[in-house]
């Protein structure tokens, strides 16, 4: 059965709804999430409640670990971002409901490793990357700029990882090298290659930075990964975000461009 991979969505409720009306067009019928559900973004509650109607399972992102606990090392943007979120779990009035959110975000998991569509080989699933799964970034340029970093991170895979957390979807190989999507031929596909390990960052649902403001996620199948782009109402979430003095305006707009 091929798996929707979504990731880093950030209180971006208009762009997720996009994403999950395009897996279910696609009749892909089973979804997970590498986290960063919420942070960012003007709607964290809805995000919440539809990652859990409707994902298998997520993961912890370091966002959503702000939130639960503490947002250390954030930017003041970030940092006002996840105490507003915050404020608002708080406020809900149906204390069942507000309590199921909250038991929801502890038990998110670090780490999955679970079989691959066909059971072939075993994928493991981290927000930021396998040395540390929450809080490391793999960046594109990390091929080329540092070597070492990737040979330690590609130790640690057996033979696929799905990362997010960067927000700039592509593969990484053990080469070391990065493909973008739009390298990946005309169906924007990686496919598995006997004796290759490879990561593969699913790109992010609600905060694009690799200059395409679409929504980005990834369908895993048997034989490949394929990369996705989906169009949404920016204008809507961006209105949203500039509503709230406690989010900063550029968290809007930097939506337009991906960045």
Known sequence: MPTAVISDIHGNAEALRSVLSD??????????????IIGYGPEPLQCVDLVRQRCEWSLMGNHDFGVLYEPTNFNPGAESAAYWTREQFDAEPDEALRAERYDFLGHLRVRVVEPAPGGQFPVLAVHGSPRRPINEYIFPDDAMTSPDKLESIFERVDRLCLVGHTHQPGVFTDEPDFYPPAELGENREYRF???????????????PRDLDPRASYAILHEDRVEFVRVEYDIKKTADQIKAISELHDWLGERLYEGR
Do not use: T, Y
Not at 23 to 31: E, F, K, M, T
Not at 193 to 206: C, L, M
């Open 193 to 207: 290659v006997d004796g290759e390990k490879a990561v593969i960052n699913v790109g992010s649902v609600g905060q």
């Open 23 to 36: 897996i279910d067009a696609r009749s892909v019928g089973r979804i997970i999430c590498l986290g960063d």
